[in-house]
């Protein structure tokens, strides 16, 4: 064969070199005769497109990484919004319990509360007629035999009641409990509607001293009895009336207020109530005993308990410290009577206490129908429940998904890593290897 020829063949003769880490596919023919500068630009070439496919599996990684973050955050949003759902459901499940009644002592009355029984309100007021020097027991005798005189009429036109006859609860033990809370004196305060009510209960002469022969004093003084002491009267108009919403669908016109949290969002363990709401009161006492137009519940027992927390036990009650801003009771006897004031001992005997009604005439007019309510609320928690547990998992799902994806990038990454450093030394003669 001639130079020529050989030159020729050589000419027609190919290579095929393949990029490092390159499939078939990825294969550059460089034509050696070309000289250096043809096979330089094969190489350039097969970079591009070795670039090119790793662009395009990052971008699909990271696209990858993106979705699997949006499921994420739309199952903790999802968790998010059945927790709160819960904890309306849970709200509605507590009010509807206090509306039934159904709260109950952990510990029944023991020896020491053998003076429990179960009266109405005849046995209440038998017990104040008893403290027949009180302001409370003259007032209630003037009622029950001089209540059609023309002066025991003028007072009754403002005086709303004593305390203790004011309202009803559904439980003996709780009737002690908040009884005792209150305390005597409390009990037997008189209530009136306004401030000329409270003038008319006690006059006083020029020299400022109480003229006994008018007012309350001159009305005992009329039976034969001598009104001694100090007593407690309390003005509605006076007292600074609960602003906000009440229970929904509650006749007894329940006060909606803020139930205590703890940090995930639920009721703390043994929380039953507010004591304000645990009250039942006459509808005539609902509303309109103010010029203002309010009722007791927002008036005087939101003013004598305010915002006073129930629980089922002291233990309870106690691991619950952080959210009581108030008082606290339980039904077991414990009390706390504001941050760090706590009764402690034996419980206190107040023999006036609220009326325990019996049988059906204890029961809300509405009873079966709150009852289905509650059962239907039930039901709805329940279902709430397993679509919350559903919806954990498939976000632990999500995530484990999210965090080998993580890895597989982290993975990529780092053999692209490796890659271009040996491009770099392959595309520069003069680098150090």
């Given amino acids: 064969m001639s130079t020529s020829q050989t030159n020729n063949h050589n000419q027609d003769s190919v290579n095929a070199t393949a990029l490092p880490g390159q499939d078939s596919?990825?294969?550059?023919?460089?034509?050696?005769?070309?000289g250096p500068a043809n096979a330089n630009s094969g190489v350039l070439s097969g970079g591009v497109l070795q670039a090119d496919a790793l662009i395009s599996s990052s971008k699909r990684l990271q696209d990858d990484l993106q979705s699997l973050g949006l499921k994420i955050k739309q199952h903790e949003d999802n968790i998010k919004s059945?927790?709160?759902?819960?904890?309306?459901?849970?709200?509605?499940?507590?009010?509807?319990?206090?509306?039934?009644?159904?709260?109950?002592?952990?510990?029944?009355?023991?020896?020491?509360d053998n003076s429990l029984?179960?009266?109405?309100?005849?046995?209440?007021?038998e017990q104040i007629l008893k403290r027949d020097q009180s302001a409370a027991g003259i007032w209630c005798q003037l009622k029950n035999s001089h209540g059609t005189q023309a002066p025991v009429l003028a007072l009754s036109k403002d005086v709303v009641g004593i305390v203790a006859t004011l309202g009803k609860v559904d439980d003996e033990n709780l009737s002690r409990l908040l009884s005792?809370?209150?305390?005597?004196?409390?009990?037997l305060s008189i209530v009136c509607q306004t401030r000329q009510?409270?003038?008319?209960?006690?006059?006083?002469?020029?020299e400022g001293g109480i003229d006994k022969s008018a007012g309350l004093h001159g009305l005992s003084s009329s039976i034969g009895r001598t009104l001694n002491g100090r007593f407690l009267v309390i003005c509605l108009e006076d007292l600074r009336p609960y602003v906000g919403d009440f229970v929904a669908d509650d006749s007894q016109r329940r006060l909606d207020l803020f139930k205590p949290r703890l940090p995930n969002g639920e009721c703390p363990p043994g929380f039953l109530g507010f004591a304000v709401n645990m009250v039942n009161i006459e509808t005539t006492n609902l509303i309109c005993l103010t010029p203002s137009g309010h009722g007791l519940r927002e008036t005087l027992f939101y003013h004598l308990f305010s915002r006073t927390q129930v629980y089922s036990t002291r233990a309870h009650m106690l691991c619950a410290r952080p959210l009581i801003s108030g008082g606290a009771i339980s039904l077991d006897g414990g009390i706390i009577r504001g941050p760090g004031m706590y009764s402690l001992g034996n419980r206190e005997d107040v023999d006036v206490r609220f009326a325990v009604p019996s049988g059906a005439s204890s029961r809300p007019a509405n009873y079966h129908e709150t009852e289905n309510q509650m059962k239907d609320l039930k039901w709805k928690r329940e279902k709430l429940l397993e679509d919350l547990q559903r919806e954990r998992q498939m976000l632990d799902h999500a995530k484990l998904n999210f965090e080998r994806k993580k890895q597989e990038f982290v993975m990529f990454l780092a053999q692209s890593s490796s890659y271009a450093n040996q491009v770099h030394l392959g595309s520069n003669p003069m680098a150090p290897r």
Avoid: C, F, W
């Avoid at 509605?92 to 509306?99: A, Y």
């Avoid at 005792?180 to 009990?187: Q, V």
């Fill in 180 to 187: 005792e809370y209150l305390g005597a004196d409390t009990m």
């Fill in 82 to 112: 059945l927790k709160a759902q819960k904890n309306i459901l849970d709200d509605s499940i507590l009010d509807k319990q206090v509306i039934l009644g159904k709260y109950h002592s952990s510990a029944p009355p023991t020896a020491e």
């Fill in 25 to 34: 596919l990825a294969l550059v023919v460089v034509d050696q005769n070309e």
């Fill in 197 to 206: 009510g409270l003038k008319a209960l006690e006059t006083y002469n020029r």
């Fill in 117 to 125: 029984s179960n009266g109405g309100d005849e046995e209440t007021t």
